[in-house]
T-cell receptor, first 109, second 122 residues
Framework: QKEVEQNSGPLSVPEGAIASLNCTYS??????FFWYRQYSGKSPELIMSIYSNGDKEDGRFTAQLNKASQYVSLLIRDSQPSDSATYLC?????????FGPGTSLSVIP | GAVVSQHPSWVICKSGTSVKIECRSL??????MFWYRQFPKQSLMLMAT?????????EQGVEKDKFLINHASLTLSTLTVTSAHPEDSSFYIC??????????????????FGPGTRLTVL
């Protein structure tokens, strides 16, 4: 069974802090990794994709990938209340993208 | 770029009726579209993979005769919930995969989601 695991949370951080979201996956053959944000009652929105080991930055978001450890993370710098949402980690496995259960993030003003 | 639309955004129907949901990729071509269902406070559940010009591939436990999928063009897939019952009430979301890989942030296996359709069966 190919799986993607995330801490369900909720993860609470104060406004302005760094939020760190973690994800592990079981398929060593996975090559593509994605982070989506989902607000309550809305559909997921792509934040970032990452394909190579190391860090990838986009604005306040940094994705980190370590294929040897089968680990991918998302850092959100200068967290804002508008970042409060569920963050979904997604990993490609064969011809499918497998989604994790999501981590609920709450940014406290 | 990467706009996916769904119609309708919400629908209320009586038990036993059929409901059709459309999913369109507006500014890119999608040979593959995906249909998900999400119950409150639960994660996305993949129902089926829709391939343009061929039969859909359903996930284990999803009734193909109840959830009819048609992917007639590179920009349109439809999901029909036949003989809907209250337990089918859920948030149905489609996604489309950009075959070109040229859209920002993405590659050929990146999925872009539609806004979802909230189905309520009375």
């Amino acid at each position: 069974q190919k799986e993607v695991e995330q801490n369900s949370g909720p993860l609470s951080v104060p406004e302005g802090a760094i939020a760190s979201l973690n994800c592990t996956y079981s398929d060593r053959g996975s090559q593509s990794f994605f982070w989506y944000r989902q607000y309550s009652g809305k559909s997921p929105e792509l934040i970032m994709s990452i394909y190579s080991n190391g860090d990838k930055e986009d604005g306040r978001f940094t994705a980190q990938l370590n294929k040897a450890s089968q680990y991918v993370s998302l850092l959100i710098r200068d967290s804002q209340p508008s970042d409060s949402a569920t963050y979904l980690c997604a990993v490609n496995s064969y011809d499918k993208v497998i989604f994790g259960p999501g981590t609920s993030l709450s940014v406290i003003p | 770029g990467a706009v996916v639309s769904q119609h309708p955004s919400w629908v209320i129907c009586k038990s036993g009726t059929s409901v059709k949901i459309e999913c369109r990729s507006l500014d890119f071509q999608a040979t593959t579209m995906f249909w998900y269902r999400q119950f409150p406070k639960q994660s996305l559940m993949l129902m089926a993979t829709s391939n343009e010009g061929s039969k859909a591939t359903y996930e284990q436990g999803v009734e193909k005769d109840k959830f009819l999928i048609n992917h007639a063009s590179l920009t349109l897939s439809t999901l029909t919930v036949t003989s809907a019952h209250p337990e089918d009430s859920s948030f149905y979301i489609c996604s489309a995969r950009d075959v070109s890989g040229l859209l920002p942030k993405g590659s050929t296996d990146t999925q872009y989601f539609g806004p979802g359709t909230r189905l309520t069966v009375l």
